[in-house]
T-cell receptor
Framework: DAKTTQPPSMDCAEGRAANLPCNHS???????VYWYRQIHSQGPQYIIH???NNETNEMASLIITEDRKSSTLILPHATLRDTAVYYC?????????????FGQGTILTVHP | DAGVIQSPRHEVTEMGQEVTLRCKPI?????LFWYRQTMMRGLELLIY????????DSGMPEDRFSAKMPNASFSTLKIQPSEPRDSAVYFC?????????????FGPGTRLTVL
């Protein structure tokens, strides 16, 4: 699976949009981009994933560049409860059966 | 559904003792994953099963670790003998591989302390 690079930490004001970047320049054509987050002391939680089109669900939006070498997770109106570590993961599916390789992620702190 | 269930939630044991961690995946899921999380190494995949068969155990640290999945609703991770460096939070996750998202659902974790 391709390697991802994320900033170690970011801050965001409550109510503002949080934009979390991820570089995955070695991504292959069949690899998906997944985002998970981990709130302190809890297990990771799935947020969203995409292949090449932008995606939106009730939690967030995922913007993938046309060359697919980077993506941005957008939390449109961040709340204090969104403070967590956010992981960007590239996964090929197939015989990896959805295997996830977690990096260090981005610590997002939402402040009042 | 109750989600992924792990037991115990906390385990404190002494070096050399056998430790067994348990996991009940979400009903209907066909893939199960065991992870370990430490401050130093982050979240590491230890082993994963598909349809109760171990697919990749390359993340298992050494022979002291073993995992089984005797049926679709139960899995164990055993450490024998345990060592202080095994202290970590162990997460179990399950997913429906081939489903719409392949989303993994994580349990609450077992915090293991080996003295």
């Amino acid at each position: 699976d391709a390697k991802t690079t994320q900033p170690p930490s970011m801050d965001c004001a409550e109510g503002r949009a949080a934009n979390l970047p991820c570089n995955h320049s070695t991504i292959s054509g069949n690899e998906y981009v997944y985002w998970y987050r981990q709130i302190h002391s809890q297990g990771p939680q799935y947020i969203i994933h995409g292949l090449k089109n932008n995606e939106t669900n009730e939690m967030a939006s995922l913007i993938i560049t046309e060359d697919r070498k980077s993506s941005t997770l957008i939390l449109p109106h961040a709340t204090l409860r969104d403070t967590a570590v956010y992981y960007c993961i590239v996964n090929a599916g197939g015989t990896s059966y959805g295997k996830l390789t977690f990096g260090q992620g981005t610590i997002l702190t939402v402040h009042p | 559904d109750a989600g992924v269930i792990q037991s115990p939630r906390h385990e404190v044991t002494e070096m050399g003792q056998e430790v067994t961690l348990r996991c009940k995946p979400i009903s209907g899921h066909n893939s199960l994953f065991w992870y370990r999380q430490t401050m130093m190494r982050g979240l590491e995949l230890l082993i994963y099963f598909n349809n109760n068969v171990p697919i990749d155990d390359s993340g298992m640290p050494e022979d002291r670790f073993s995992a089984k999945m005797p049926n679709a609703s139960f899995s164990t991770l055993k450490i024998q003998p345990s060592e202080p460096r095994d202290s970590a939070v162990y997460f179990c996750a399950s997913s429906l591989f081939g489903g719409a998202t392949n989303e993994q659902f994580f349990g609450p974790g077992t915090r293991l302390t080996v003295l």
